[in-house]
């Protein structure tokens, strides 16, 4: 008989287990860039994704395909050097396959990162902002179908960043805060959409993360979430390519790498 979708999640938790011989603290999920910022491990484990049957394997430029597991300040931490996205023509169980997979694994804490456009002048490329809230502008919900078998449908997100973990955060890394608009992509916003995103309130614009966040908000995990601004959107700041963006991730790695740090520390 086939696997249903919650009992291959709970079997690829299994491997997981058996590969870091326990259980978790923390999953950090690394978007684009974030995979040369992730701190100095101990007990440093690193395997390919592809070595746990029912993970999808990231294929995005800039997006690694293995997992890093450690210790930091004696909390354990599993990092995926990357995602895959619903525009890459994935399912959104497939999206939030990793989120879904580590809870089975007993974490309880989901640090989300990502590179993001800016619609918001107060919010500079090159700035690393702090995730308060989201909008999901996806047009679809990962929960639709209940595919984990939960014993609720309806899902509380008024807290969907954790409140206590993101304040440690920006205070401890003096970061500003935001607002992300979460987008189906591939495409870069137009003018008319950038305007539109920043009067509904949204500060960043992504292709990522609200997916994500609404599956572990849904398994009761805690969530934060740093987007590192790589560029203005919607022409505000002229063209942008993906190029671009891995570059702006370059110059900033030191940051990046002691926000996720600070991230840990404060869990």
């Known amino acids: 008989m086939a696997q249903s979708y919650k009992e291959q999640l709970q079997h690829s938790a299994k491997l997981l287990q058996d590969k870091i011989k326990g259980t978790l603290d923390l999953f950090v999920i690394a978007g684009s860039g ?10 440093k484990v690193e395997f390919d994704m592809s070595s746990i049957q029912g993970v999808p394997i990231p294929s995005v430029a800039g997006h690694g395909a293995k997992f890093i597991f450690g210790t930091f300040t004696g909390k354990k931490v599993l ?4 995602r895959v996205h619903g525009y890459e023509n994935r399912h959104l169980n497939d999206v939030v396959f990793n989120v879904r997979m580590a809870h089975f694994a007993g974490c309880k804490n989901l640090l989300l ?23 999901n502008l996806t047009g679809f919900s990962c929960e639709t179908g209940n595919p984990v078998e939960l014993p609720h449908m309806f899902i509380d997100m008024t807290n ?21 608009a979460g987008l189906p992509g591939p495409c870069y916003e137009t003018r008319a959409e950038a305007n539109m995103y ?3 309130g949204a500060n960043l614009v992504g292709m990522s993360t609200v997916q994500e966040c609404i599956a572990a908000r849904a398994l009761n995990m805690n969530v934060a979430g740093i987007s590192l601004v ?12 993906h190029d671009d963006v891995l570059k702006m991730a370059e110059t900033k790695r ?10 840990i520390i404060s869990i």
């Open 254 to 263: 030191e940051a990046m790498k002691s926000a996720i740090e600070q991230a």
């Open 113 to 135: 990162t990502n590179a993001a456009g800016s619609v918001d002048r107060k919010h500079p490329p090159g700035s690393l902002t702090i995730l308060k809230d989201h909008l």
């Open 79 to 82: 990092f995926a050097t990357g």
């Open 230 to 241: 790589t560029n203005f959107a919607g022409g505000l700041g002229g063209i942008t390519t």
């Open 198 to 200: 920043a009067s509904w």
């Open 160 to 180: 969907c960043y954790n409140e206590k973990w993101r304040s440690a955060i920006r205070e401890s890394c003096r970061l500003s805060e935001g607002i992300y």
């Open 34 to 43: 974030f995979r040369d910022a992730i701190p100095d491990l101990g007990e």
